[in-house]
């Protein structure tokens, strides 16, 4: 038996009503060039807002004719929904696009493989690098998470599966906790640890401080996270006999599993760019310190930081590549993750 | 003129073909039930009657579906006006949480725009046809999700009334149920079929034989899309079933 019948899609767009909308976008194309040629309109801000508001008017038009106004009015929403997602992502890729146009000029291989012992930042940008910077950067960002993904995560099993007496105190704390100034995370690490049994700077002390700074997200997201986890599961877990920690570790944690790992990334993306605290906890340095526990440290935003003030051409060129560095490896980072989390889950 | 005439269905997920060949009447006025084994196809087909299979970004369509003449799928003719003409009940009752009872049966006409004179009529009609009234009347401000299960399913009902549709499509609306509220729901089938067309899918035989006028059995064999096997009066499916099949399901000797 063969089937003679070909699937469609009959809800899809027509060819006609595609070429109904191209035109229409065509038309508000049109219609802002005019206007800015014969009114006192111009400039390119001038040419988006007009352009927005002819598409906006031209397409929820074109349904109005179409299917009447509440069409309509789903086209205007869908316009506007359009249009503030390009809002969102114009700072966004300008950003990206600054640091990667500024960042490339010392981007060369001596960088990546280079400290700062030799060569000083007054030097030419095909001498010294930031590998020193990179690898404390790591090493923080690791250690911090270390820290504050554990806590994090069991704080918030403490919210979401124990329910104690204290849950709603710990929730108002973490909550007030993520308005903490990052300095003052810097400046009680300090005086609670610099000053004190740490006995100097130390990579430690800038995990603890960014630790401190990670914990809120960490733990309000996986609180979140958690909470999305059907009840029925953890019935389902209990009455099969597990006991309660069997039931979370069992069943619980890997359900929320790709959501814990989000918590993790934007506590990542909460600290990987944090300069103030480290200064105060790891101060910087230049050369690779393989303790973590004894002596400064470097980390990418120190070194953005360090080249800035020195004013030099050579300077910013080496911090605009330091910032362009750091954003890549958060972004390594991010995709390591999610790549992580999206496995086994199919 | 209000029948529903299903012309050729057939339905895919991707490239693989579920549904082959499905041809229907639901004549004004009667209830059709849709029965066969799980993963038959059923669920598929009256989804594709109100266009809720084009939902699954990977579906794909052949057919028609005639309301009153007028293919549904046809160009030009608007997705959600079909939807307000066909309603659809579904098998684990859904009130909104955020509503109260009354602001349940009111919400097809909000989110419509059709504008009701006078609401509280609507109201007490549609849960009167639901067979919920009496239960509810001195408690209509109070949030839904204070009824039962078998309350919810039949506000679920009611709240599809509200809209006045021709046809109403059940996807197994008693599975959730226990026996006393699939009674009331099967009654509220028998007040309401005058003036709805009713399809239902149900894996209850017994439903099925007490409910429907027609019945249609839909099986996919292993490997093969869903088709239907045989439709015709309900009595006779159970009674005297043309082909064996039919008969064996029927008769509860497998699926």
Redesign the interface.
């Known amino acids: 038996m063969s ?1 003679s ?7 899809r767009a ?1 060819p006609r009503i595609m070429a109904t909308e191209a035109a229409g976008v065509l038309a508000a194309l049109l219609l802002t060039l005019l206007t800015l040629r014969f009114t006192g309109f111009s400039g390119r801000l001038a040419a988006a807002v007009l352009f927005v508001a002819f598409a906006t008017a031209i397409s929820s038009g074109i349904e109005w004719r ?3 106004f ?2 309509a009015q789903d086209a205007f929403v869908r316009a506007m929904l359009l249009t503030a997602s390009a809002l969102v992502m114009l700072p966004l890729l300008s950003i990206l696009w600054t640091v990667v146009q500024n960042g490339r000029a010392a981007l060369r291989p001596n960088f990546f493989t280079q400290d700062l012992t030799s060569a000083s930042g007054t030097g030419p940008i095909d001498q010294g690098g930031a590998i020193h910077a990179i690898v404390g950067s790591i090493e923080l960002v690791a250690l911090a998470t270390l820290i504050a993904m554990p806590l994090g995560v069991l704080s918030a099993l403490y919210l979401t599966e124990i329910r104690g007496r204290l849950s709603g105190t710990i929730r108002f704390l973490t909550q007030a906790m993520s308005g903490v100034p990052s300095v003052v995370a810097g400046l009680f690490v300090y005086s609670a640890w610099v000053l004190g049994p740490g006995k100097g700077f130390s990579g430690f002390a800038g995990a603890l401080a960014l630790a401190i700074l990670m914990l809120p997200t960490v733990a309000r997201t996986a609180e979140e996270v958690l909470k999305l986890v059907p009840e029925h599961l953890r019935e389902a877990g209990l009455a099969l006999g597990g006991t309660q920690w069997r039931t979370v570790a069992g069943i619980v944690l890997p359900t929320a599993r790709s959501g814990l790992i989000t918590a993790g990334i934007l506590g990542v993306a909460r600290i990987a760019g944090e300069t103030a605290p480290l200064i105060l906890t790891v101060f910087g340095a230049v050369a690779i310190n393989t303790s973590m526990f004894n002596g400064p440290v470097s980390a990418l935003p120190l070194y953005v930081f360090g080249e800035l003030k020195l004013g030099l051409d050579t300077a910013f060129a080496r911090a605009w590549t330091g910032a362009l560095v750091l954003m890549f490896l958060v972004l390594v980072l991010f995709a390591f993750a999610r790549w992580l989390g999206g496995r086994n889950t199919r | 003129m209000n029948d529903l005439v299903a012309k ?1 269905i ?1 339905a ?1 997920f991707g ?1 693989r ?1 579920v549904l ?2 499905v041809n229907l009447e639901f004549a004004h006025g009667t209830v059709t039930a849709l029965i066969g084994p799980s993963g038959c196809g059923k669920s598929t087909f009256i989804r594709t009657l109100n ?1 809720m299979h ?1 939902f699954v970004p990977e ?5 028609q579906v005639l309301l009153g003449g007028n293919d549904v ?4 003719e ?3 006006k079909v939807r307000l003409r066909i309603g659809m009940v579904f098998q684990k009752p859904n009130p909104f949480p955020s509503m109260t009872i009354r602001e349940n049966v009111l919400a097809g006409p909000k989110l419509a ?1 059709i504008k009701v004179d006078d609401k509280t009529t609507l109201v007490e009609k549609s849960l009167h046809q639901a067979g919920l009234w009496n239960e509810v009347k001195d408690r209509l401000n109070e949030p839904a999700l204070a009824l039962s299960g078998g309350q919810q399913q039949r506000l679920c009902i009611a709240r599809s009334l509200a809209v006045d549709p021709k046809v109403l499509l059940m996807d197994e609306p008693c599975s959730a149920l226990d026996p006393a509220s699939t009674l009331r729901v099967e009654e509220t089938i028998d007040d309401i079929k005058h003036d709805v067309t009713v399809v239902i899918v149900t894996h209850n035989m017994q439903q099925a034989g007490r409910v429907s006028d027609y019945t249609a059995f839909f099986l996919a064999e292993l490997g093969e899309p869903g088709r239907m096997v045989e439709y015709g009066e309900t009595k006779q499916i159970f009674s005297n079933p043309r082909d064996n099949r039919t008969e064996r399901y029927v008769t509860g000797q497998f699926g």
Do not use: I, S
């Open positions: 089937v019948v070909l699937p469609t899609q009959p809800w027509t179409r299917r009447g509440e069409a | 050729g057939h895919w490239k073909l082959e060949d266009r084009e579906a794909r369509f052949a057919g799928y046809a160009q030009g608007d997705v959600t725009r």
